[in-house]
């Protein structure tokens, strides 16, 4: 997967919903922000990554000291706003690992898990622009379609993160997609403070889309809004979505 053509992608789709709806407009799935508050959080974010990207950080930068850190006030200007944000985050993974190449060093620079190379943060963002687009989707009423391929690896990148966090959960959690263009490769096991890519024994499973297990597994609906089947110990799994904030 190319994952800077989807992030500049998923940003577009993100600015095309999001910027259709009331500015004032609430979110339910991002409690007390509107419309508004969600794009300037996503536009802020991708700025926010970009710099710390170029200055090689080591150490997580004040968003609120983030150059350029608030859109425009009309349309046309916030649009190009956000655009010229994803594209600073991508062009600055790229002078980074060109840098590095040249000097025989690496690329490394501060993300929630601890060190890593820049390119890390493309993946990060895009995931976040993708969910976010959900929130925007739910706000305004709209259909959320992803591609299987893409809200599978989304699965895959918020376990990454969210499970680093979540690692004295007790209890195993299953995912299993239904979606034919996956090709069986749609399975998920959470437990123990790790994750694998597969099926195996659980004490609750979800069976579904994997765009609705996508919604379910970050909170931006229950399995019952989005027609996932439960099979297990569903106290487990309040529990488990409970735990898996970041």
Do not use: Y
Not at 180 to 195: A, Q, V, Y
Request: aromatic share 8%; hydrophobic share 45%; net charge negative.
């Amino acid at each position: 997967m190319d994952f800077g053509a989807e992030f500049l992608a998923q940003n577009r789709a993100f600015g095309d919903t999001v910027l259709s709806v009331d500015p004032d407009t609430p979110v339910p799935t991002c409690p007390g922000w509107t419309a508004k508050q969600l794009f300037r959080h996503v536009g802020r974010g991708n700025r926010w990554a970009a710099q710390m990207v170029a200055e090689h950080a080591t150490e997580p930068a004040d968003p609120a000291s983030v150059p350029d850190g608030r859109p425009p006030a009309d349309l046309d200007g916030s649009r190009a706003w956000l655009d010229d944000g994803a594209r600073l985050l991508v062009d600055a993974v790229d002078a980074a690992v060109t840098q590095a190449h040249a000097e025989g060093a690496d690329c490394s620079v501060w993300t929630f898990l601890g060190p890593r190379p820049a390119p890390w943060w493309i993946r990060r963002r895009l995931h976040e622009v993708l969910v976010h687009r959900a929130d925007a989707a739910i706000a305004g009423g709209f259909t959320f379609d992803v591609r299987p391929e893409l809200a599978a690896d989304c699965i895959d990148e918020w376990l990454e993160l969210a499970v680093a966090v979540n690692s004295d959960f007790a209890g195993r959690v299953a995912l299993l997609a239904t979606d034919e263009e996956l090709g069986g490769r749609g399975d998920w096991t959470i437990g123990g403070g790790t994750w694998t890519r597969s099926s195996g024994v659980a004490d609750v499973t979800l069976t579904g889309t994997v765009r609705d297990l996508l919604l379910v597994t970050t909170r931006r609906c229950t399995s019952a809004e989005a027609g996932v089947d439960v099979s297990g110990d569903e106290e487990l799994l309040a529990t488990w979505l409970d735990g898996m904030k970041f």
